[in-house]
């Protein structure tokens, strides 16, 4: 960052003060704040910040588990992150975040050293139309934090947006930051978790639901990231099954040129 | 168990002793044996069990994270379990295994009271034989824990155990424990692991692997589970990408008769 720049919102709402070494303070943004509470992709980011500046970090992050053990209110809140186990080329940590002495969140990630060796991706870049020809859709009804998001959707509004019978809850989407920003693990961790619930996308009504955990699998490392600079993301996400009181997203996050940057997966609360 | 009858390998393996509220030892068993140290599936049971049988647990397992930190040596263990955070319907949980005094695994679980509600299940059924029409796929040759399955893969096996080119990593099979064992979630979480490493269906050779982290979200309760019985499953894995030592495998578990139980992702660290 140059001192002569405004830090982008999304660096303000993760940023954390080191205690000691492994304890950080911090607090939530109204920038990012969801309809309850912050957004929960911005706090999968923080959680995963408290690592990424630890002293003791070996390689790059290649997993990362949140759990969303109960409700964040806004304000002042601690995170400790400690690795459980180094390795010589992998490194296993585990995070947790409280608030007035009660844990909210807890996590584990996974870092290491990646070494250059055959690769190769299977899934195919679904069929859409390039970022320039999608219209922004406008969300200005919804919470503050998809305000920080240039979102593009191309199938799977929710319901209420887009009154149209939707036989499944796949979305496909294009998404950048608002305003622009140059990708990292960061931000791409917090757009695994910019999609809208996939109940809303199945049913019209805004019942209550709640992410109670979320896996990324980032398959990509820091040089490919940047490479994207604030190019538009191909998100896709769906639901397998909605089972009395929770159901799964799995999606996936493509670069502007058709590289698979992450998977991920959560499991979500709903009281319909 | 009646007490008249001997107890299942299964339960024989993932068998603990608490030693006071929340901590529990246990060993290792050479039937469930991988190549290097126990079986991946045996080890994310035997921390669920660690929660399961804790005093104070709030409903049944919903999700399952488990990060393989380190390997694991043949012999005794400790686990300490303990729910973070407990509220009305959910209850989040830390699970860890030591050998030595070092961590060696590390989990995460959420439990919860199910409520009655709209369900629905959008993924569909694959389209494969039943399975009494598929042959039981011989793996005498296998790891010692592949001989407690009776495993029949109608496509995908090992390359090195069918030659065949293949375009994708897909693997479909009919599984269940041998000898029979009723289904439970104990059971589920092993089988969701009990696919071969995707590597070796899109590669010939057995390259070094080791799944780093592990996670499950049951999509089934208690009941539903024992109604299967010890009927087959159907199991559904596939690899989206491999880059630079890590891949991802997502899977599937299916009951007998088409019932979607358990969606699992898992990432790998292969040594090419």
């Not at 109204?30 to 690592?51: E, H």
């Not at 980032?218 to 896709?236: C, M, P, V």
């Amino acid at each position: 960052m140059q001192s002569n720049q405004p830090q982008h919102p999304f660096d303000l709402a993760t940023q954390l003060t080191q205690q000691k070494p492994g304890m950080y303070s911090g607090q939530t943004s109204s920038a990012y704040a969801n309809m309850v509470g912050p957004f929960g992709g911005v706090i999968a980011s923080t959680l995963l910040r408290a690592v990424l500046e630890h002293d003791d970090i070996l390689g790059e992050p290649i997993s990362l588990t949140i759990n969303y053990a109960a409700p964040i209110h806004e304000g002042n809140f601690s995170i400790i992150a400690y690795p459980s186990r180094t390795n010589r080329s992998t490194q296993h940590w585990y995070i947790e975040l409280k608030q007035n002495d009660n844990i909210v969140i807890t996590g584990t990630a996974v870092t290491a050293k990646r070494r250059d060796t055959w690769s190769s991706t299977e899934l195919a870049f679904p069929d859409v139309p390039p970022a320039d020809e999608v219209t922004r859709t406008p969300l200005e009804s919804a919470p503050p934090w998809a305000q920080n998001y240039d979102i593009r959707m191309i199938k799977g509004a929710p319901l209420a947006m887009n009154p149209t019978q939707q036989p499944d809850s796949v979305t496909l989407q294009w998404i950048k930051d608002s305003p622009d920003r140059d990708l990292d693990f960061l931000s791409l961790a917090s757009i695994c978790d910019a999609f809208f619930p996939r109940i809303y996308v199945r049913r019209k009504a805004f019942v209550p639901i709640g992410t109670v955990s979320l896996t990324i699998y980032f398959h990509a490392n820091a040089e490919t990231l940047k490479h994207n600079g604030s190019q538009l993301l191909l998100g896709h996400a769906r639901a397998l099954k909605f089972f009395n009181g929770f159901f799964d997203q799995t999606g996936e996050i493509w670069s502007h040129n058709g590289n698979l940057l992450a998977t991920t997966s959560q499991f979500v609360y709903y009281k319909e």
